[in-house]
Nanobody, 128 residues
Framework: QVQLVESGGGLVQAGDSLRLSCVAS????????VGWFRQAPGKEREYVAA????????RYADSVQGRFAISRDNAKNTVYLEMNSLKPEDTAIYYC?????????????????????WGQGTQVTVSS
């Protein structure tokens, strides 16, 4: 059973940067797509970004386009989320998720039901 472990969250000020990491426990980890999602208090979990494990192609939610960057290091079984120019509205628990069924980075990357594995989340708090 694949386990995903996020890290790198914390308390920062508006305009600061953070880099989140998501490490998979299995050496044979080979998803098709890995995504980052976030959930703010009282809100539904929402899509942030996704990356193709094989090609490195990426796709972003409009709310983070140009500020966040998703990347992966296949040798380390790790996916990163570089977050720049953080805003208070970015405050949330951030989760990584992996899918064996998402073959393309179309609109379906935002569908939580398409991801088989989830991490436990890491808290990001941005103060104004």
């Amino acid at each position: 059973q694949v386990q995903l472990v996020e890290s790198g969250g914390g308390l920062v000020q508006a305009g600061d940067s953070l880099r989140l990491s998501c490490v998979a426990s299995e050496r044979t980890f080979s998803p098709i797509t890995v995504g980052w999602f976030r959930q703010a208090p009282g809100k539904e979990r929402e899509y942030v970004a996704a990356i193709s494990w094989r090609t490195g192609s990426t796709r972003y939610a409009d709310s983070v386009q140009g500020r966040f960057a998703i990347s992966r290091d296949n040798a380390k079984n790790t996916v990163y989320l570089e977050m720049n120019s953080l805003k208070p509205e970015d405050t949330a628990i951030y989760y990584c998720a992996a899918s064996r069924s998402l073959g393309t980075l179309g609109s379906e990357v935002a569908d939580l039901r398409r991801y088989e594995w989830w991490g436990q989340g890491t808290q990001v708090t941005v103060s104004s």
